[in-house]
């Protein structure tokens, strides 16, 4: 049974930084993973996430939506199974449920092409 399960989010100021954990397990390692953020407010429906990063199997390849290029660092240890997200400079467009997720199909920015995802942990960014 496929399990991802999401830490380190909370209350950061603007301009500072926090690093997202996501802790996998009942698979084997060789998926590519990503980040999705679910803003508040925004349409709860899962293929309304916003893309936020994603990462090779391998860590050889990392993609990055637009709004956290040059911010955010997305890296994986799959020794220990954990994927993260290193959150720099975070601005309060950042807010917003962030979940971690294993890729299933071609693109790496789509959620429809993820299979499984995590329950998702909160970051709130005040300015």
């Known amino acids: 049974q496929v399990q991802l399960v999401e830490s380190g989010g909370g209350l950061v100021q603007a301009g500072g930084s926090l690093r997202l954990s996501c802790a996998m397990s009942?698979?084997?390692?060789?998926?590519?993973m990503g980040w999705f953020r679910q803003a508040p407010g925004k349409a709860r429906e899962f293929v309304a996430r916003e893309f936020v990063a994603a990462i090779t199997w391998d860590g050889g390849e990392r993609y990055y939506g637009e709004p956290v290029k040059g911010r955010f660092i997305i890296s994986r240890d799959n020794a220990k199974s954990v994927i993260f997200l290193q959150m720099n400079d975070v601005k309060p467009e950042d807010t917003a449920v962030y979940y971690c997720?294993?890729?299933?199909?071609?693109?790496?920015?789509?959620?429809?092409?993820?299979?499984?995802w995590g329950q998702g942990t909160q970051v709130t960014v005040s300015s």
């Open positions: 997720a294993r890729r299933g199909g071609i693109s790496y920015d789509n959620p429809q092409d993820y299979t499984y």
């Open positions: 009942g698979h084997k390692i060789d998926y590519a």
